[in-house]
T-cell receptor, first 116, second 115 residues
Framework: GAVVSQHPSWVICKSGTSVKIECRSL??????MFWYRQFPKQSLMLMAT?????????EQGVEKDKFLINHASLTLSTLTVTSAHPEDSSFYIC????????????FGPGTRLLVL | GDSVTQMEGPVTLSEEAFLTINCTYT??????LFWYVQYPGEGLQLLLK?????DKGSNKGFEATYRKETTSFHLEKGSVQVSDSAVYFC??????????????FGKGTLLTVNP
């Protein structure tokens, strides 16, 4: 099956700093990637859709200046949490459909962010 | 908007027991339905899916049938194994803005199978 990786798997940072999370499709090209956030005992909440070569599309209530998304190539999307605060601590997960417009998505293993 | 409600866990079973995890949904259109599984320390993996009413998805002994009349997609397995211990997510997929499908997830159900 398709493989999606994330880096780092775990990050701890001080309040006010910025953190970058990478999402890579390892054996396929992804024109679209999705970023989710998961709180403890909660479902995955879609944050934004990352589009290669164009601006990301953010879900309602997600601050685009807070969560910067860059989809610089067909295999890499990055999520930067800017000026992180403790309430940004969460589990961030990316996914990508193997084929453009495909319905089945392949998920990365997630990144645990802890902001002190 | 679309939503998915699934049975809250945790669920603890003995090996070879029968498993049911309930899932119901609300959607404006005709979604596809999925079960994803997350094993400890790993990312979500597609377990099975069904794309239209009365379809049955199956994989690794798990089954789920798309019931439009009851808006349900319950997950079942006749005899669970210790290796089935994981978090199970029910989800639906519909076309969002543009040409991309968007997934809406339930909260997940933690299953623990004891030997």
């Amino acid at each position: 099956g398709a493989v999606v990786s994330q880096h780092p798997s775990w990050v701890i940072c001080k309040s006010g700093t910025s953190v970058k999370i990478e999402c890579r499709s390892l054996d396929f090209q992804a024109t679209t990637m999705f970023w989710y956030r998961q709180f403890p005992k909660q479902s995955l909440m879609l944050m934004a859709t990352s589009n290669e070569g164009s601006k990301a599309t953010y879900e309602q209530g997600v601050e685009k200046d807070k969560f910067l998304i860059n989809h610089a190539s067909l295999t890499l999307s990055t999520l930067t949490v800017t000026s992180a605060h403790p309430e940004d601590s969460s589990f961030y997960i990316c996914s990508a459909p193997r084929a453009s417009g495909g319905e089945t998505q392949y998920f990365g293993p997630g990144t645990r962010l802890l902001v002190l | 908007g679309d939503s998915v409600t699934q049975m809250e866990g945790p669920v603890t079973l003995s090996e070879e027991a029968f498993l049911t995890i309930n899932c119901t949904y609300t959607a404006t259109g005709y979604p596809s339905l999925f079960w994803y599984v997350q094993y400890p320390g790993e990312g979500l993996q597609l377990l099975l899916k069904a794309t239209k009413a009365d379809d049955k998805g199956s994989n690794k002994g798990f089954e789920a049938t798309y019931r439009k009349e009851t808006t349900s997609f319950h997950l079942e397995k006749g005899s669970v194994q210790v290796s089935d211990s994981a978090v199970y997510f029910c989800a639906l997929s519909e076309l969002g803005g543009g040409s991309n499908y968007k997934l809406t997830f339930g909260k997940g159900t933690l299953l623990t199978v004891n030997p």
